[in-house]
């Protein structure tokens, strides 16, 4: 079982930046395969970004490709997610997961999450 905890969420104006870090633990980091979510209010979890568990692999959503990036440190047992060119439409709860088990796009397939963080993005 792997436990996973996220901070860096916050308020940031629009245009800004944020730095989302998931500290994990439980299992050896470097096995399993990492993935971030978001969920708005009234809308269903949707897919960020995921990595592969060397890091040499990520994958983006559209609406973030570009101006997200998704990174690992397998020394540190962490993954990161850097936004830059915040937008409004980007507040949401931030989810890190890992171990995917299907489809990276498919929330469901991840067998581990954190708590969540929150990101507002002020216009």
């Known amino acids: 079982q792997v436990q996973l905890v996220e901070s860096g969420g916050g308020l940031v104006q629009a245009g800004g930046s944020l730095r989302l870090s998931c500290a994990a633990s439980?299992?050896?980091?470097?096995?399993?395969?990492m993935g971030w979510f978001r969920q708005a209010p009234g809308k269903e979890r949707e897919f960020v970004g995921a990595?592969?568990?060397?890091?040499?692999?990520?994958y983006y959503a559209d609406s973030v490709k570009g101006r997200f990036t998704i990174s690992r440190d397998n020394t540190k047992n962490t993954v990161f997610l850097q936004m830059n060119s915040l937008k409004p439409e980007d507040t949401a709860i931030y989810y890190c997961?890992?171990?995917?088990?299907?489809?990276?796009?498919?929330?469901?397939?991840?067998?581990?999450w954190g708590q969540g963080t929150q990101v507002t993005v002020s216009s």
């Open positions: 997961a890992a171990d995917p088990q299907g489809n990276w796009y498919d929330p469901s397939t991840f067998r581990s």
């Open positions: 439980g299992r050896t980091f470097s096995t399993y395969a």
């Open positions: 990595i592969s568990r060397p890091g040499s692999s990520t």
